[in-house]
């Protein structure tokens, strides 16, 4: 479970996230949706103790993100940023197989390699296995970066923005794989998206955030509604039931 | 020479994982002419006796203290803050190099010419005039540095890809660049100590080495540096004592050669 209690950052004078309680139940998929600058990134990135916070704590099963050693953390929370660069010529293989270094400290061993090759196939990486990340297109570097991160095999892990730079197969793809890995393994993940339709589509709760303040929480059947909706974007949003699912129409 | 090899080659290699970017080192960022600026106002402060008079160790080790405690505070004050264009950087060496370095020709002129001989005897001690003494005790500091970094070498690997990165694999980013900032400082200092600047050698090497290699991992990237540096000081020296007759100093031309490479690698770097 994740818990977060009371927490603000603030950038100079704006609070960036204003306040935030929120709890996170263990297993299933949960979308944090919300306009730009709404706080999205900076509270994925205070839960995942990239970001100290300003005031407030953040406990994942108990334990405290700021004051539990790193590696411990490691091996049970991942995280994957918005925007990753990298000043070192890396293989993909060799990216990915840095998700195993929590477990092995930096030697692989055969369990390793084999994790390394599955999440490679699986992120239909082979043919791209040994070519270096800055020969890749974002949306196949976004991949490797995403394997990795599931590479590193953790109860927890949140996602910025998996999709960006994917392609519509491989966004589809990347959403089953993370909605299978909480049916299957009872992983707890926790992404910001954009589209709001995938947020619906796949997820088990959606969180919306405005202003640095979270305005509304709930399994995916009760925010997505024309009315919360219209409270998040300030954009008047058209809910239909499609083949079970719920897609919002805003695109005219 | 090989004590300098090492330092050199290590540190360079060092700075580059700890701030992300194959261009700086910290010659460029003029580490080196810190370290003597401080020898500098040591003489200054307390006067030649105290240099002369103070076991050379002792007053080796307080040196590389305040060298260590400056180039941290150095670092924290330039790379604290992320995202600093590259260009703003070497802009930023450049001028400290040039500020160290003026500093220290003001307190060398401040200072009574007795003090000042002694001083420029222990600055210029080059290639060709290194005290034996010093010499066997800075070999057992760069070996005991060569030790530690080589234990922080797969935690090296993943600093390397980024603060963000790093915390996520459980590297406690922090602790690994302040020990890393350590080394090099102490490796800089024993450098300087021995030979007295050298700026372009590191970046030579470091470079040279993540090419021949092709490969990020310190474990191979640090020995291959090392070798290189002793090749290129020995073989700078036999082409100074060959070609040039003795005639000018080993550090010109290593600064001539790695200064060319230097600029190559500017106009290559894509801007980012």
Redesign the interface.
Known sequence: MIEIKGVTKRYGETAVVDDVSLTIAPGGVTSVIGANGAGKSTLL?IV???TPADSGTVTVDGLDVTTT???????RL????QE???????TVR?LVA??R??HS???LTERDLALVDEAIGYFELDDLADRHLDQLSGGQRQRAYVAM?LC?DTDYVLLDEPLNNLDRRHSVQMMRRLRRMADDYAKTVVMVVHDINFASCHSDAIVAMKHGKVIAQGTTEEMMTPKVLKEVYDLDIDVHDINGSRIGVYYA | MVVVGVAVACSSVLFQTVT???ILTPGIMGFDRLFVLIQTLIVYVFGALTLTTTDPRLLFAGQTAVMVIFSLALYRWLFGRDGRDLYVLVLAGVVFGTLFGSLSSLAQRLINPNDFVVLQDSLFAGFNQVDPGLLAFSAVLVAAMAVWTARLS??L??V??????A??????HASVVNQALVVIAVMVSVATALVGPVTFLGLLVANLARQLTGT?RHRTVLPAATLLSVIVLVGGQAVLEQVFGMNTALSVIINFVGGAYFIALLIREPR?
């Open positions: 990135s995942s103790r990239l050693p790193s590696e411990k953390l490691a091996r991942a995280v994957l940023r990753n660069h990298m000043s070192v010529r890396l060799e840095f998700g270094f929590p400290g930096g030697r991160v590193q | 992300g970017n194959r797969a935690r690997d993943v390397a890809l980024g603060r963000d990165t915390l996520n694999l459980g590297v406690n990020f980012r």
